[in-house]
């Protein structure tokens, strides 16, 4: 009983600080407009200064500066046109690049991930809205919760023990029934097709993909969670790093499939 007991420990905090962090995203994501772009860049913002405390501890100045910088940059790209925008995208990334005399590359590679994740959701939201950027989060958040309770219930072989001990390739793969299924009931009510569920699949599989990436260089850096802002979820990138890895896939494969498929 003891061992069921602790298997859940963490279960009561993660859903409550869970359960605020979908009505705040519900709510941006409804309302839309400067509401989200607000809400976007300050999330954006606050995971370059979590990954900023994570590579170089102690230096808050630098942290403040780099995730103010981020947020900033990220919030004004998306009032300006793409060419114009594309440059103040990828400069947090080159100053920081700069600044910083250890663990550069990771920077580097994570903010330019986090600015474009960012911007390409706040496309989706502008230019597909409130359905669509609907369909992205709840791909992401059934692969995570589906992938959470099929990987505690069942257990079996895991995915990578070194880097992410707790995720099971029971989990990883029942991520990706639940995202086909959300595939499926969207092909349903909005006309796409069926392709919809594999591209929901394939979602999912991205969203993890940002996971593992995150998971591998918090070991690297030694670190168990990127801040401890979130009671049960430790820090804003914990929990937005499969948003980052789905949100970036959509950017760049929907420049080649033409998204949402089927229409316009």
């Not at 061992?3 to 869970?18: C, F, I, K, V």
């Not at 099971?168 to 299924?181: K, N």
Request: net charge positive.
């Amino acid at each position: 009983m003891s061992s069921m007991q602790g298997q859940w420990a963490d279960l009561r905090d993660r859903m409550g600080a869970g359960a605020v962090m979908v009505l705040v995203g519900i709510i941006g994501i409804w309302m839309g407009g400067h509401v989200f772009h607000v809400l976007v860049a300050l999330i954006c913002g606050i995971m370059v200064w979590e990954l900023v405390g994570m590579l170089r501890p102690g230096v808050r100045h630098l942290q403040l500066q780099l995730g103010a910088l981020t947020g900033g940059a990220l919030f004004l790209a998306i009032y300006l046109p793409v060419g114009i925008a594309l440059p103040l995208l990828l400069a947090p990334a080159m100053i920081g690049f700069g600044q910083l005399n250890e663990n550069r590359t990771i920077y580097m590679t994570f903010t330019v991930m986090i600015l474009l994740a960012g911007y390409g959701m706040m496309q989706v939201r502008d230019d597909l809205g409130f359905g669509w950027m609907l369909w992205l989060v709840l791909v992401v958040v059934v692969t995570d919760v589906v992938g959470y309770f099929a990987g505690r219930t069942f257990g079996g072989p895991k995915f990578w023990p070194a880097v992410s001990p707790k995720k099971t390739w029971s989990g990883t793969a029942s991520g990706w029934v639940g995202a086909a299924l959300v595939g499926l009931l969207f092909s349903i009510n909005s006309g796409v097709g069926l392709q919809l569920m594999g591209i929901s699949i394939a979602v999912s599989m991205a969203s993890q993909m940002g996971d593992i990436a995150e998971s591998g260089m918090k070991r690297k850096m030694g670190a168990k969670d990127s801040s401890n802002l979130i009671p049960g979820h430790g820090g804003l990138m914990d929990r937005f790093d499969g948003m980052l890895g789905a949100s970036l896939f959509l950017l760049v494969i929907g420049q080649f499939i033409g998204f949402p498929p089927g229409l316009g």
